[in-house]
């Protein structure tokens, strides 16, 4: 045999698609979790309560909804196993064929779960180690302790695990990227970066005292540090709104949609927005 020619090909490995709403009912079909009375309750209850968001059709795993998965599977890891759920439906079933009573049924379920339950609430009422803690890679500004993930009425923040030693907190963006894996979330570099983008602190228009940049709901904003004062004020990208001339474009973030967008500073009377952050007008036509 004569060696004519060689052909080199690369690949890489992708990793399995996102599921979708309707891929997800299925896989929930397939291992028998759920009856089709619940599954569109089980679709809506994951967004709902942001575990997962749906992006261009396909659902996405919140950071908080990869942080109670870790917190269900170190405390309850049977109970969140696929066939657990199965074996509850197929019980159920047997109790309306009349092949197994309630109370059979109960007891096989929360007898160990009782246990588990009982177990970390000791844990929570001893007070001298916490059962769950997400710590990040960045280091409180304070006491250079590792800072942890918590969560805080719907929006999630860096707090020292020296608390109540050390009671320092950093906001985090809406939107920040972020990497999670192993119970650890790496954020710091992404933080460095969205701090190089705005600065930490303006003068408040106000009463003059410096204006300190907060996270809230509806995203980044600046607050007066002056407690008598109490004014805000919006992220400017010191752009120039194309539209109106008059205002400039500054940073919102919609809950609706879970992403970070720019807008006129003087809405409502001007509704010029725009999804990407923008750097300058654009010189040839003036409205871009």
Not at 180 to 186: F, K
Request: aromatic share 8%; glycine share 8%; with cysteine.
């Amino acid at each position: 045999l004569i060696l004519e020619d060689i052909k080199t090909k690369q690949k890489f490995t992708e990793p399995p698609r996102r599921y979708s709403e309707a891929g997800l009912i299925n896989l929930l079909e397939k291992e028998g979790i759920g009856r089709p009375s619940t599954y569109a309750s089980i679709v809506s209850v994951i967004q709902e309560r942001r575990y997962a968001d749906k992006e261009k059709g396909s659902l996405r795993s919140t950071l908080l909804g990869q942080v109670v998965v870790d917190f269900l599977k170190q405390h309850f890891s049977e109970t969140v196993e696929a066939h657990f759920t199965a074996h509850m439906e197929e019980d159920l079933d047997q109790i309306e064929e009349g092949k197994l009573t309630r109370l059979d049924a109960l007891n096989e379920f929360y007898g160990p779960f009782s246990e588990r339950l009982s177990t970390l609430n000791a844990l929570i009422d001893n007070g001298k180690e916490r059962p769950f803690r997400v710590m990040t890679d960045v280091l409180c500004g304070k006491c250079g302790a590792p800072m942890e993930l918590r969560y805080w009425k719907g929006s999630h923040f860096l707090g020292c695990s020296n608390y109540p030693d050390c009671r320092n907190t950093l906001s985090l963006p809406p939107d920040l990227p972020y990497h999670y894996e192993e119970g650890t979330l790496i954020i710091r570099e992404a933080l460095e970066e969205a701090a190089s983008k705005t600065r930490a602190k303006i003068t408040c228009p106000k009463c003059g005292s410096p204006m300190e940049l907060k996270t809230g709901r509806y995203g980044r904003y600046y607050r007066c540090t002056n407690p008598a004062c109490g004014e805000t004020a919006s992220v400017s990208t010191g752009v120039p709104c194309p539209l109106c001339k008059g205002g400039v474009l500054v940073e919102k973030y919609s809950q609706k949609r879970r992403r970070t967008f720019y807008s006129c500073s003087d809405y409502p009377k001007c509704r010029f927005a725009v999804s990407e952050r923008p750097v300058k007008v654009c010189p040839a036509c003036g409205s871009g």
